[in-house]
């Protein structure tokens, strides 16, 4: 494909289309970028050779343009002297010279012509590549704060998942949780059963301690009166 057909494919190219096409419109728009960038670099350089073309087809034009006038004078001053073989051979030559004057002219209007189509082509181009350039600084932009709301989200589901599981440990599925509880529930009474334990024995022992005590009061009063 040729550099000029490439340029005007880019130029006509359907931006919104290819990217609703398109499976990762990120990649598409870097590669359209750098190849409109590639074509607007060689588009400066062909538009640089048809000024300097138009520029040495205006001097040749002006040259030309000089030589007729210089020849029409000097066929008109050898009239004037009375010396016609003089004044053929200066409008002969200044025949041949507006033949190239016009094929010169022609030139100039090519490579002026071309030198315009050229730089509307640059033009047109470049503002495609920034029309580019901003639809992709949109679509990253838009990427970005995609993902932020992604990640926003998925902290937010973390935080949900982990309040569901907490639930579920209560609700549907009480193993682990309520076994905890239930074993430190069960610790607990059996502290507090133990402890009342203790305490019925020691009121059972200070009761025996008083049954003893009022014996051993009743044997030696006894004692006491036999005697």
Do not use: C
């Amino acid at each position: 494909m040729g550099l000029l057909t490439r340029i005007r494919d880019l130029i006509a190219a359907n931006l919104l289309a290819m990217l609703d096409e398109a499976e990762e419109p990120e990649r598409v728009l870097e590669r359209l970028l750098r190849e409109m960038e590639q074509g607007a670099s060689d588009l400066r350089v062909l538009v640089a050779k048809a000024v300097t073309e138009e520029k040495r087809w205006a001097s040749s034009v002006a040259e030309v343009t000089d030589e007729v006038r210089s020849l029409e004078r000097q066929s008109e001053e050898a009239v004037q002297a009375g010396h016609e073989d003089e004044a053929r051979r200066s409008i002969a030559r200044r025949l041949a010279a507006e033949r190239r004057l016009s094929g010169f002219r022609e030139q100039l209007n090519r490579a002026r012509a071309t030198r315009q189509e050229l730089k509307h082509d640059l033009d047109r181009l470049e503002e495609k590549a920034r029309d580019a350039r901003r639809s992709y600084e949109e679509l990253l932009e838009r990427k970005q704060a995609a993902e932020e709301r992604l990640r926003a989200a998925d902290a937010t589901h973390r935080v949900e998942d982990r309040s569901s599981k907490a639930d579920a440990l209560l609700t549907d599925r009480p193993g682990a949780l309520r076994e905890t509880v239930e074993g430190a529930e069960t610790v607990a009474e059996a502290i507090r059963e133990i402890e009342d334990s203790s305490k019925d024995l020691d009121t059972t022992f200070a009761a025996m301690e008083n049954n003893d005590q009022v014996e051993k009061l009743l044997q030696e009063l006894k004692a006491r009166l036999n005697r």
